[in-house]
């Protein structure tokens, strides 16, 4: 048995659903809730233990406990793997014996040990007095100091240093944990944090990685903020402080609020505003717009609006309009304070009102455009036009670029013209979503109306496959009693289970028919495809059919199947006449012929 078959044997499906949905019971062995990946009033996403899977009937997505734990962590398929697997106590022995994972590895068990060591630090140490009445100003609750493991770092020389090395731990790694630095004179290491409250970062997955340390005295000639440095466990543009605890809010409210410092989310936990995490004040990378794209595509900015935090907002927003983010700009009321943490500590409604008001970047860039200058000089006028207009030049939708044009043109009182004659010239500088030249804007392919005879068709056909699943035989010879003589289904991925079912049941029934309350169970032969097409149909049946008598479900299907039939036909007479019609206007006599022949028979 491999790693993933013994993983699925030792984990139900239900079990690890239930670790992040409330499910309901919804017959023998089968579960619902609302689906986590859209939002929904009504349940549409159930779970089924009899075939370990699950599947949303909202947005057509399924799978197994592997699927559900990538789509809710954002992991990969390994992650994923190396997760469950240690829920199931299984061991991956081609993951241990790469050296490069067992280094990692290494890294991400000495920074817990140094999380343990100054969370322990603050909460008993009596030097940490200092600290500790940091946090209580702050407002900071015993709870969510927990829940972020604030720490401590004695103002000493080796304090962890020493303490770590009681554990087996030697001079090396931890220099390269980035907790240590070697000593210029004679041997040995000391601590790189000292005297600090401790932040520790968490990779999304949930290891910790590094740390952020703040000064908690006046001092002038050390910084405010000391990071652990790059190592093969941390990487400063590749980590969003908080997404860990957040990431679920995030895929909840379809969106991440991104602020500037640590205390910024801290605080924003402690009040329930749970979908915030911290790019620690410097540019959005591509590296963490990647990490949120798992989990939503809207993001909403909380920057400072000083020059500085301007810069910062307008120099993240390129990297993420090319990668199609929808971006908004919270700005906080002046009655707020001057960061979040303060605002949601003031009163947690000014936060949440401020991120449910946050305006589209282009407002915000109109707003601060004539902010920066005034529209009643000429010379005020050329400082809007300079903030503004690059951003208008960099939207890549024309119709939107142009209702900035004109809104600018009308607010500024000058030609549209003499602002398209700016624009040209910016446009020389290859910039993301730079307009085209008119000629060279590629047309829109024309969109083809959906077919409503196949929609039906498709639909009707999935049905009865589903109620044919009810019976656990060959569907072919089902089929065939309700008077379907030759059954050929027009969507693909249908046909092929069709067929395959066929392969894999015997022509007789050898066993009771499956019953709705114990599960519909995919035969054991069908290929991976085969076994998803069958996994919707069977949660399709379970939904619809549950508790049906057999008599009853077979005199349904048989309806169903006749009324197929008989759509069918009409679709195929209707074809024929378009080209028996065709035949007769270019006087092709033999065509004409074969086509009025199997008219007559469909007739």
């Not at 859209?38 to 699927?67: A, K, L, Y």
């Not at 707003?367 to 009643?376: E, I, L, T, V």
């Not at 809104?407 to 307009?435: C, I, M, N």
């Amino acid at each position: 048995m491999d790693a993933v078959q013994e993983i699925k044997s030792r984990l139900d499906v239900a079990d690890i659903v239930g670790e992040y949905l409330p499910l309901k019971p919804s017959g023998t062995g089968t579960f619902k809730a609302n689906c986590p990946f859209h939002n929904e009033r009504t349940p549409s996403f159930f779970v089924s233990r009899p075939r370990q899977s699950w599947h949303c009937f909202g947005c057509d997505e399924g799978g197994d406990i592997f699927s559900f734990v990538q789509r809710m962590e954002g992991f990969g398929f390994r992650e994923a793997l190396q997760h469950l697997a240690g829920k199931a106590g299984v061991t991956l022995p081609e993951f241990e014996h790469k050296p490069e994972y067992n280094s990692k590895q290494r890294l991400f068990e000495i920074n817990d040990l140094a999380r343990r060591f100054y969370r322990s630090t603050l909460e008993t140490a009596q030097d940490a007095e200092i600290a500790r009445a940091y946090v209580a100003k702050r407002g900071v609750d015993t709870l969510t100091a927990d829940l972020f493991s604030l720490g401590y770092s004695p103002d000493e020389w080796s304090a962890f240093a020493d303490y770590a090395k009681t554990k087996g731990i030697t001079d090396t790694e931890l220099i390269q944990a980035g907790l240590a630095n070697k000593r210029e004179k004679g041997s040995g290491v000391y601590d790189r944090f000292r005297g600090r409250l401790m932040f520790p970062i968490w990779d999304v997955q949930g290891h910790v990685i590094g740390f952020t340390a703040r000064i908690l005295t006046d001092a002038k000639d050390q910084p405010k903020y000391v990071n652990t440095p790059e190592t093969p466990a941390y990487k400063k543009s590749a980590v969003l402080y908080g997404l860990d605890k957040a990431k679920g809010a995030i895929r909840q409210d379809d969106m991440a609020v991104i602020v500037e410092g640590n205390m910024d989310v801290v605080g924003s936990h402690q009040f329930n505003v749970q979908n915030v995490v911290a790019s620690s004040g410097t540019a959005l990378t591509g590296e963490q717009l990647f990490l949120i794209k798992r989990f939503t595509t809207n993001i909403a900015i909380a920057f400072d609006q000083d020059s500085a935090g301007v810069a910062a907002t307008l120099r993240g927003l390129d990297l993420a309009r090319s990668q199609d983010f929808s971006i908004r700009v919270i700005t906080l009321p002046p009655e707020a304070g001057k960061d979040p943490d303060e605002a949601v500590r003031k009163d947690p409604q000014l936060w949440r009102d401020a991120i449910k008001n946050a305006i589209p970047i282009m407002e915000w860039v109109y707003r601060m455009g004539f902010k920066a200058g005034s529209p009643s000089t000429p010379e005020g006028k050329k400082e809007i036009v300079k903030m503004i207009l690059p951003e208008i030049g960099r939207i890549a939708d024309a119709v939107e670029r142009d209702h900035w044009m004109r809104r600018l043109a009308k607010d500024l009182d000058t030609s549209l013209g003499a602002l398209e004659e700016v624009l040209q010239k910016l446009g020389k500088a290859k910039t993301y979503g730079t307009p085209l030249p008119r000629e060279e804007v590629p047309a829109e392919a024309p969109i083809e109306a959906a077919d409503p005879d196949r929609m039906w068709n498709e639909a009707q056909e999935e049905r009865i496959l589903a109620m044919c699943l009810y019976f656990k035989e060959d569907p072919k010879n089902i089929l065939q009693e309700c008077g379907w003589a030759e059954p050929v289904f027009g969507r693909p991925d249908l046909e092929k289970l069709y067929m395959a079912l066929g392969t894999a049941y015997t022509q007789t029934r050898q066993e009771t028919p499956s019953n709705i309350a114990t599960g519909i169970r995919p035969p054991a032969s069908l290929a991976s495809d085969e076994a998803t097409t069958f996994d919707a149909l069977a949660f399709f049946a379970e939904r619809e059919f549950q508790g049906q008598p057999l008599e009853q479900l077979k005199r349904e299907l048989q309806r169903d199947a006749a009324a197929l039939q008989d759509r069918l036909k009409k679709i195929k007479r209707r074809h024929l006449e378009q080209q028996m019609r065709e035949a007769e206007r270019l006087n092709d006599q033999e065509r004409m012929t074969a086509l009025l022949e199997q008219f007559q028979k469909l007739t």
